[in-house]
């Protein structure tokens, strides 16, 4: 079996859609080797992260040729209106649409279609969108609905959104859970080290958040949930990501409370080996987000060992499983409550500890998962 993927996010997204689309490749071609993966993009980024995938063994390259390679809006088009075409002239039998959309003209192409889902966060989440993005990802996850002969969903959540808001019949859409990096299943043996190596002046102890900083993912509720804490149990916030407005205002909170010396400003870190090593010494991980469409870096914290807070909302109660302390986002009050807990009873954090790292690899088995996706691709 030949499958096509549009594979732009693979080499030019270093974060959620990009990181998603590198490990179901990941999966597929440990587990499914037999199968032949193309990977279409009319450009790469090449770095330490897409070098590998530029000769993977079992893949094939496939980009436009002439000046569509420098030219973005050229290389939109050749997406849109091309891709189909292309992965016919190649043999894909099958055409994985990676990130919520699909070309035109699959069928009349003679291909068979699955799209993922990660989210409609434009839907449940407006007020981060202007109206005119909201109206394009609309269009572009109605048509991808619309048109694919199956649809993947990265959570029962999420399944049960694209349900709500596109009308799909239930038997076209699965949830498979977004594959998680294989390093994360197995821990460093001296991890800090290397978690000092990726944050200057890394405290003995300290909580991380590992995401983007906007309003959806709610820091600024967790920086007033520390400011609740006794200052005997309060530690400093480690943040492991970047933000435009929404961190301005969380910026001048903390300034406004006097709280500088309790949060850390790490930036972004693509290095996965040092995103593990912060996770495995962090006294607990923070993650009371409004809306997810997976909650990828909860499960990454859960494997790497490390107890985690989450929310009690769209698809975190299953990333974080029975055993992470789920706080209500809208309640500052909710989300301390479950900080101070976790810091203060040695028997709920070892619990959460062993019990969620073993419904993390019972879950997001890589196999499992993998046998899931080609299942889909073969019926």
Same mark, same amino acid.
């Given at each position: 079996?030949?499958?096509?993927?549009?594979?732009?996010?693979?080499?030019?997204?270093?974060?959620?859609?990009?990181?998603?689309?590198?490990?179901?490749?990941?999966?597929?071609?440990?587990?499914?080797?037999?199968?032949?993966?193309?990977?279409?993009?009319?450009?790469?980024?090449?770095?330490?992260?897409?070098?590998?995938?530029?000769?993977?063994?079992?893949?094939?390259?496939?980009?436009?040729?002439?000046?569509?390679?420098?030219?973005?809006?050229?290389?939109?088009?050749?997406?849109?209106?091309?891709?189909?075409?292309?992965?016919?002239?190649?043999?894909?039998?099958?055409?994985?649409?990676?990130?919520?959309?699909?070309?035109?003209?699959?069928?009349?192409?003679?291909?068979?279609?699955?799209?993922?889902?990660?989210?409609?966060?434009?839907?449940?989440?407006?007020?981060?969108?202007?109206?005119?993005?909201?109206?394009?990802?609309?269009?572009?996850?109605?048509?991808?609905?619309?048109?694919?002969?199956?649809?993947?969903?990265?959570?029962?959540?999420?399944?049960?959104?694209?349900?709500?808001?596109?009308? =799909?019949?239930?038997?076209?859409?699965?949830?498979?859970?977004?594959?998680? /990096?294989?390093?994360?299943?197995?821990?460093?043996?001296?991890?800090?080290?290397?978690?000092?190596?990726?944050?200057?002046?890394?405290?003995?102890?300290?909580?991380?958040?590992?995401?983007?900083?906007?309003?959806?993912?709610?820091?600024? #509720?967790?920086?007033?949930?520390?400011? /609740?804490?006794?200052?005997?149990?309060?530690?400093?916030?480690?943040?492991?990501?970047?933000?435009?407005?929404?961190?301005?205002?969380?910026?001048?909170?903390?300034?406004?409370?006097?709280?500088? /010396?309790?949060?850390?400003?790490?930036?972004?870190?693509?290095?996965?080996?040092?995103?593990?090593?912060?996770?495995?010494?962090?006294?607990?991980?923070?993650?009371?987000?409004?809306?997810?469409?997976?909650?990828?870096?909860? =499960?990454?914290?859960?494997?790497? #060992?490390?107890?985690?807070?989450?929310?009690?909302?769209?698809?975190?109660?299953?990333?974080?499983?029975?055993?992470?302390?789920?706080?209500?986002?809208?309640?500052?009050?909710?989300?301390?409550?479950?900080?101070?807990?976790?810091?203060?009873?040695?028997?709920?954090?070892?619990?959460?500890?062993?019990?969620?790292?073993?419904?993390?690899?019972?879950?997001?088995?890589?196999?499992?998962?993998?046998?899931?996706?080609?299942?889909?691709?073969?019926?």
């Amino acid at each position: 079996m030949r499958i096509a993927f549009d594979a732009k996010r693979l080499f030019n997204n270093f974060t959620g859609l990009g990181n998603h689309s590198r490990t179901t490749l990941d999966i597929l071609t440990e587990f499914f080797p037999e199968s032949e993966y193309l990977l279409l993009t009319p450009k790469i980024r090449e770095n330490a992260v897409t070098q590998p995938y530029l000769q993977h063994e079992g893949c094939s390259l496939v980009m436009p040729k002439g000046p569509i390679r420098s030219f973005s809006p050229c290389g939109a088009l050749w997406r849109t209106f091309s891709l189909a075409k292309v992965a016919a002239e190649h043999g894909a039998t099958v055409f994985h649409g990676l990130s919520n959309e699909l070309p035109m003209g699959l069928k009349q192409h003679g291909l068979r279609s699955v799209v993922t889902i990660h989210d409609v966060a434009f839907r449940t989440f407006p007020d981060m969108y202007h109206w005119h993005d909201r109206q394009i990802y609309d269009l572009k996850w109605r048509y991808a609905c619309r048109h694919a002969d199956h649809i993947i969903a990265i959570s029962e959540s999420t399944r049960q959104d694209v349900l709500r808001f596109y009308g =799909v019949p239930e038997e076209r859409v699965s949830v498979v859970y977004q594959p998680v /990096q294989r390093l994360f299943y197995t821990p460093q043996a001296e991890p800090r080290l290397v978690a000092e190596q990726a944050v200057e002046g890394l405290p003995q102890d300290y909580l991380l958040y590992v995401g983007s900083v906007n309003s959806r993912k709610n820091l600024l #509720g967790i920086v007033r949930a520390l400011e /609740q804490l006794p200052q005997d149990v309060r530690l400093p916030l480690v943040v492991v990501g970047n933000g435009g407005e929404y961190k301005q205002k969380v910026l001048e909170y903390v300034v406004a409370h006097h709280l500088e /010396q309790h949060l850390i400003w790490a930036g972004s870190i693509i290095d996965n080996r040092q995103l593990q090593a912060l996770y495995q010494c962090a006294a607990l991980f923070v993650y009371p987000s409004f809306y997810e469409g997976f909650g990828l870096p909860v =499960v990454e914290a859960l494997l790497s #060992g490390c107890p985690v807070v989450t929310s009690n909302v769209s698809s975190l109660p299953e990333a974080g499983g029975p055993h992470s302390l789920q706080a209500d986002p809208t309640s500052v009050e909710s989300i301390a409550d479950c900080l101070f807990r976790l810091l203060t009873d040695t028997d709920l954090r070892q619990r959460a500890i062993v019990e969620g790292q073993a419904y993390a690899r019972r879950t997001f088995d890589p196999p499992t998962l993998a046998r899931q996706l080609h299942s889909i691709y073969l019926s």
